[in-house]
């Protein structure tokens, strides 16, 4: 698969004007970040916040990349002459550049490249890490890197496609038409949606919206294939009440409701979990190597995919087997005295905390330490959905509860019969850890990731 791009096909593509450089130079792989650029890569400048990458097309250059694309910035024309044998290309808006040159490419790839795209309302990026894991023990596999999974993450994943069969992709969104853009972007051969809860209900308003708002993915695929966790209350009645549509495949996995691939006696470990794993008419003990019912959903959810690309069943139980999370979530850290720290501290929803709630259960003959802080993005659901976090503290058999945040305080008040803390800084939840932590405790570090708590778990 020939999976180079003309500067005369960018050209084209993205209404360029070249200041100059060769028409007929390719380029494979696009970057961003000049940090980590490599010699045959393309660099793109983009602009985030109050740093225009733009800025840095010379330091590209001196890198070894060959073509530059950026929007308009001041070129000092003794200074082009240094790099006379290098091509600059100049858009108005370098993201929407990149995003038009992703989808020729993955229009040009066509047939020879599989696209799987997950999103959901919680999971996305330890699912798409199980799922790239499958596929990869038979395909040779491209996933997004760590949850780089916006308007910008998505478009640069597939900039870096070489001569990969299949691509895994994450889409997140925030509000309506985000994943219409990515879906577009991407046009998956498959999709994944791992559930629907309330992660963003501030801008969306009602759960029912966040799953309209997720169904966008099917607007960017042809054949529309779609895998669903049937046991989400909402995406099981979507299922029963679509089933009958001729356009839509509907494929589902879950325990709960009578479904395609689906697990049964599951056993629940402190760092892993065994189930036997219903895989069409085939069966398989499985055992997933970090503990949690929502990493068997995971587990699930990747059998399937394995089974839909038609994978070998010892594959699919390799590739579960022997998978490895994204850094900040659910990373196990060991400290002096046997002292766990469970960080799971890049973001938080009230589904999220209560499945790192039933994980941190699991340790059990150990004190158990929940760190939690605010859930952002609530909106107008903010007291409600915090105060449901509390109930489900207060449920649990977890020892003890330490909190900072705007809203946590309402999980502190509704964390009844526990012995709890709140602080108003990350700096009193660490000197507390540091003097009242006991050998072989376990502490769980979980809020959205503008509360800055992986900051904790140093």
């Known amino acids: 698969m020939e999976n180079k791009i003309t500067v005369k ?25 000049t940090r980590n650029l490599k010699p045959e890569e393309t660099f793109i400048g983009i602009k985030t916040g109050d740093i225009d990458g733009s800025n840095f097309w010379e330091e590209a250059f001196k890198r070894g990349c060959k073509v530059a694309i950026i929007q308009p910035v001041e070129l000092n024309e003794k200074i082009l002459e240094n790099w006379k044998n290098k091509t600059i ?17 993955r229009e040009k790839y066509g047939k020879n490249l599989k696209v799987v795209a997950i999103t959901g309302s919680v999971g996305k990026t330890s699912t798409k890490d199980m799922v790239a894991n499958v596929i990869s023990q038979q395909f040779d596999t491209l996933k997004t890197i760590g949850n780089y999974n916006n308007h910008i993450g998505l478009p640069f994943t597939l900039l870096h496609l070489t001569n990969e069969e299949v691509a895994v992709v994450e889409m997140g969104m925030n509000h309506f038409g985000e994943i219409s853009l990515l879906t577009n972007i991407a046009k998956p051969d ?12 501030g801008n969306l308003g009602s759960r029912e919206n966040i799953l309209k708002a997720k169904l966008e993915i099917l607007e960017g695929m042809n054949k529309k294939e779609i895998i669903i966790n049937n046991d989400n209350d909402l995406l099981h009645n979507w299922s029963l009440k679509n089933k009958e549509d001729s356009k839509l495949y509907i494929h589902t996995f879950g325990m709960e409701n009578e479904s395609e691939v689906w697990a049964e006696d599951v056993n629940l470990q402190e760092n892993s979990s065994t189930f036997l794993c219903h895989i069409g008419q085939e069966k398989i003990q499985i055992t997933v190597p970090v503990g949690g019912i929502h990493f068997v959903y995971n587990a699930l959810c990747a059998a399937l995919v394995g089974k839909i690309l038609g994978i070998e069943i010892e594959k699919i139980k390799k590739g579960i087997e022997n998978f490895e999370l994204t850094k900040k979530r659910m990373e196990l850290i060991k400290k002096e005295n046997d002292i766990t720290i469970i960080n799971d501290a890049y973001n938080a929803s009230l589904e999220s905390i209560k499945a790192a709630i039933q994980y941190l259960e699991g340790y059990k003959g150990h004190r158990k330490i929940a760190v939690l802080g605010d859930i952002f993005e609530l909106g107008d659901y903010a007291e409600k959905i915090h105060r449901q976090v509390g109930q489900v503290v207060a449920n649990s058999d977890i020892d003890i509860l330490v909190c900072s945040g705007e809203n946590s305080k309402y999980i502190v008040e509704e964390a009844k019969g526990k012995e709890t803390y709140y602080f108003k800084t990350r700096e009193e939840i660490k000197k507390y850890l540091e003097e009242q932590t006991k050998p072989h405790d376990v502490i769980l570090i979980k809020a959205s990731n503008g509360m800055k708590f992986y900051e904790l778990c140093n």
């Open 9 to 33: 096909e960018i050209i084209n593509i993205t209404q360029a004007k070249m200041i100059q450089g060769n028409l007929n130079e390719t380029c494979s792989i696009f970057s961003y970040d």
């Open 89 to 105: 290309l100049i858009v108005e808006d370098t993201i929407l550049a990149a995003q038009k040159i992703a989808n020729y490419k």
């Open 190 to 201: 498959i999709a994944i949606i791992t559930n629907i809860g309330t992660s963003h209900i």
